[in-house]
């Protein structure tokens, strides 16, 4: 039974910092994809950054990118997320995603949440 353990979430004033980590368990395979998503209330949850098991590619959307960092530990399955000077639009619910896909099907697997306030 795959599941994502999340934290590092909590409340930062805007300009700090933050590192959330996202460790999978019951998961062995080598090609996946884990990412890390928000959502705001009032918004539909939207990727914030994505690295691949096989190169280590990551990619971020465009309102983080040159301040949040995604990075991966495979011998741990672990993910992080490092961010950094955080703004208070940063604020939402932050789920970890595990995701794969063999043949036809797809597989997705998602943390519980942690929430992230930005605010002073």
């Known amino acids: 039974q795959v599941q994502l353990v999340e934290s590092g979430g909590g409340l930062v004033q805007p300009g700090g910092s933050l590192t959330l980590s996202c460790a999978a368990s019951?998961?062995?395979?080598?090609?996946?994809?884990m990412s890390w998503y928000r959502q705001a209330p009032g918004k539909e949850r939207e990727l914030v950054a994505a690295?691949?098991?096989?190169?280590?590619?990551?990619n971020y959307a465009d309102s983080v990118k040159g301040r949040f960092t995604i990075s991966s530990d495979n011998a741990k399955n672990t993910v992080y997320l490092r961010m950094n000077a955080l703004k208070p639009e940063d604020t939402a619910v932050y789920y970890c995603?595990?995701?794969?896909?063999?043949?036809?099907?797809?597989?997705?697997?998602w943390g519980q949440g942690t929430q992230v306030t930005v605010s002073s």
């Open positions: 690295i691949i098991s096989v190169d280590g590619s990551a």
């Open positions: 995603n595990l995701a794969y896909r063999i043949m036809t099907s797809r597989y997705n697997y």
């Open positions: 019951g998961f062995t395979k080598s090609n996946y994809a």
